[in-house]
């Protein structure tokens, strides 16, 4: 199993960009898929980005699609979300997540972090 730590969440202003990481142990990162996931209080937790073991494809949600982007250091066995032209709807706990199998950009993922608390304010 791998183990996921995510930071880098905090408060930020409307139109402000913010970086979030994702620190991978006890597994063999460059195998996995992996996501960015965020959930809003009383709303279902959400796939919103997502990359291949060796980054050949990425998948975003409409939501996000041009101002977001996902990227992964398989060396330092980390995984970050690009946010940019953030938005009030912004606001959720992000979680990253791994899986070892199976398509990137849909089904079920297996190993999750503790989630970061993003806060957009307008």
């Known amino acids: 199993q791998v183990e996921l730590v995510e930071s880098g969440g905090g408060l930020v202003q409307t139109g402000a960009s913010l970086r979030l990481s994702c620190a991978a142990s006890g597994g063999t990162f460059s195998r996995y898929s992996m996501a960015w996931f965020r959930q809003a209080p009383g709303k279902e937790r959400d796939l919103i980005a997502a990359i291949t073991s060796g980054s050949s494809g990425t998948y975003y949600a409409d939501a996000v699609k041009g101002r977001f982007a996902i990227f992964r250091d398989n060396v330092d066995n980390m995984l970050y979300l690009q946010m940019n032209k953030m938005e009030p709807q912004d606001t959720a706990v992000y979680y990253c997540?791994?899986?070892?199998?199976?398509?990137?950009?849909?089904?079920?993922?297996?190993?999750w972090g503790q989630g970061t608390q993003v806060t957009v304010s307008s």
């Open positions: 997540a791994a899986k070892n199998s199976g398509a990137f950009y849909f089904g079920a993922y297996d190993f």
